[in-house]
Nanobody, 123 residues
Framework: QVQLVQSGGGLVQAGGSLRLSCATS????????VGWFRQAPGKEREFIVTTRSDGLTYYADSVKGRFTISRDNTKNTVYLQMNGLKPEDTAIYYC?????????????????WGQGTQVTVSS
């Protein structure tokens, strides 16, 4: 069983930055694909970015150039650095993980989910 624990998030002004963390216990992250999603009120959960077990990444157009995913396998932690935040980035952010070596961008493709963390960007 993989448990994901998220930290970070909070309230920031437009143009500001935040970093989210997603840590796992019990299993190593190195062989897992990890993704980040977000869900705004009244909207479906939206794909943001994923990193494969080999470290390659794939970003949604909405965050490309502003958000960066990275992983520290020694700490079993994946990070989401968010720069240039906009009010429309306001949402609950979730990390997710699954085994496998392909690209995964759909909610149903992930087995394990973090608890979610609120990000609010004020204008």
């Amino acid at each position: 069983q993989v448990q994901l624990v998220q930290s970070g998030g909070g309230l920031v002004q437009a143009g500001g930055s935040l970093r989210l963390s997603c840590a796992t216990s019990g299993r190593t992250f190195s062989s897992y694909a990890v993704g980040w999603f977000r869900q705004a009120p009244g909207k479906e959960r939206e794909f943001i970015v994923t990193t494969r077990s080999d470290g390659l990444t794939y970003y949604a157009d909405s965050v490309k150039g502003r958000f960066t995913i990275s992983r520290d396998n020694t700490k079993n932690t994946v990070y989401l650095q968010m720069n240039g935040l906009k009010p429309e980035d306001t949402a609950i952010y979730y990390c997710a993980a699954r085994s496998g070596s392909s690209w995964y961008s759909r909610v149903y493709e992930y087995n394990y989910w973090g608890q979610g963390t609120q990000v609010t960007v004020s204008s």
